[in-house]
Nanobody, 126 residues
Framework: QVQLVESGGGLVQAGGSLRLSCAAS????????MGWFRQAPGKEREFVGS???????YCADSVKGRFTVSRDNAKNTVYLQMNSLKPEDTAVYYC????????????????????GGQGTQVTVSS
């Protein structure tokens, strides 16, 4: 079992930055692909970014060039650096973990992940 706890959310003005953290416990995530998703009110959960355990990253087109996914296996933690935030980035952000032997593979569907966190709220004001 893997427990995931997101933190770092909050209220920020448009154009600002936030860094979300996802701390894992229960087992190491060093052989897990990790993902970030978000869900805005009245909308479906959507993919934001993913990082394989080899360090390969992939982000959704809506956040490319603004958001960066990274990981620190020594701290069992994954990060989502969000820059140039827009009001449409307002959502609850979730991290997820998928144990896999595919060291460079990323995953874009929530259903592909084995574990998910409770989420952290990000609100971007205009």
């Amino acid at each position: 079992q893997v427990q995931l706890v997101e933190s770092g959310g909050g209220l920020v003005q448009a154009g600002g930055s936030l860094r979300l953290s996802c701390a894992a416990s229960g087992r190491t995530i060093s052989t897990c692909t990790m993902g970030w998703f978000r869900q805005a009110p009245g909308k479906e959960r959507e993919f934001v970014g993913s990082i394989s355990w080899s360090g390969r990253t992939y982000c959704a087109d809506s956040v490319k060039g603004r958001f960066t996914v990274s990981r620190d296996n020594a701290k069992n933690t994954v990060y989502l650096q969000m820059n140039s935030l827009k009001p449409e980035d307002t959502a609850v952000y979730y991290c997820a973990a998928h144990q896999t032997s595919a060291w460079s593979r990323v995953f874009t569907l929530w259903a592909q992940y084995d574990y998910g966190g409770q989420g952290t709220q990000v609100t971007v004001s205009s």
